[in-house]
């Protein structure tokens, strides 16, 4: 009877590993093998054994130049997924290789990725490698609503052919309307999906999120994509620009390179003003979080609008000039007032 063993996530790994190997064919030798998983030749057999009580036909090869090798015909079936399932297997890699810690992590996902894609069906292989090359990324996600994957699949492939779309949409105000777009790049920031592309009509550079689509249809025809165009840049700009309750304008002494580590594009829209000063416009829903960021900047800044967060600033300097006097106290009325 064949010994049994504790599987765990590292022999998990490196029975897959067995297999990746001898799936390359030929004859492998169990001091190669052994020295390819680093382990010792004893647990190199166990490993064989595993992959034997998977229904995997493991040939051994006795002789001189004897080994291991996968029975001649034998290859491994198709990878059992739906759309969404697969879909969440390589946007995971995909993300973690673009906005992965290291060269490590971006190897590893693509050596993953790679392997998925050549067991998944033909059809839906060829789908999800148009995701993979036309998405981007900006940053790390956050819990969002997800887009249908049927809807971010047809969006990658139209943008990689090249052909027109039609979609319904509910805008933020939550009117529905029909649409029809010429689609330039889909792009992942912050845990949503972005759809950048020009409306057919008159040419007007749009931006649409796909959990508010519905019904997405490609059309006939192809449209040119503007040489230089940016999808990524193009949403972070912008969701800068958006409207929101408090329009912040502010002028600050330094440089743009400076002032992005703290106030990242999706943020801010920063440029030039002049020598040595950058032109800051934030679109928030609070001011609050506003005066700590410039306290942080520690550079001169001259605030333009609005006056309310001139206050906030002020109650903020009295705060940490009590603080730095070493008398902790308590909040004025006035600099508790909301923004």
Not at 88 to 110: F, K, Y
Not at 305 to 311: M, V, Y
């Amino acid at each position: 009877m064949r010994e049994t063993f504790r599987v765990t996530t590292s022999t998990t790994a490196r029975v897959l590993a067995l297999l990746e190997i001898l799936q390359g064919g030929g004859i492998r030798t169990v001091p190669e093998l052994a020295v390819r998983l680093g382990v010792d030749e004893r647990t190199v057999r166990r490993y064989v054994g595993h992959l034997l009580d998977l229904d995997i036909p493991v040939d051994a090869v006795r002789g001189r130049h004897g080994g291991y090798r996968l029975a001649p015909g034998y290859r491994m079936p198709p990878l059992m997924l739906t759309d969404e399932e697969a879909l969440a297997v390589l946007l995971g890699l995909l993300s973690g290789q673009r906005g992965g810690p290291g060269a490590a992590s971006a190897a590893a996902g693509e050596s993953a990725a790679a392997k998925v894609r050549r067991v998944l069906p033909v059809a839906l292989r060829r789908r999800l490698e148009a995701l993979l090359e036309t998405a981007d990324f900006t940053d790390r996600p956050r819990p969002a609503t997800p887009p249908e994957a049927a809807a971010l699949l047809e969006l990658a492939e139209a943008v990689r052919r090249r052909r027109p779309v039609a979609f319904a949409y509910t805008d933020r105000k939550g009117s529905d309307s029909a649409r029809t777009v010429l689609p330039y790049g889909l792009v992942g920031h912050s845990g949503r999906w972005y759809l950048t592309g020009a409306r057919r009509d008159d040419g007007e550079m749009r931006i649409f999120r796909l959990d508010r689509m519905a019904s997405v249809r490609p059309l006939s025809g192809s449209f040119d994509v503007p040489d230089g165009f940016d999808p990524a840049a193009t949403v972070l700009d912008h969701l800068a620009r958006t409207p929101w309750t408090h329009d912040v304008s502010l002028r600050v002494r330094g440089s743009v390179e400076h002032l992005r580590g703290h106030l990242p594009a999706g943020i801010a829209a920063l440029s030039e003003d002049g020598p040595d000063w950058v032109h800051v416009r934030i679109r928030a829903e609070r001011l609050d979080w506003i005066p700590p960021v410039l306290a942080a900047l520690d550079r001169p800044f001259v605030i333009e609008r609005p006056a309310e967060l001139r206050g906030l600033v002020q109650a903020l300097s009295r705060r940490l000039d009590a603080y730095a006097a070493g008398s902790p106290a308590e909040p004025s009325a006035a600099d508790e007032q909301p923004s």
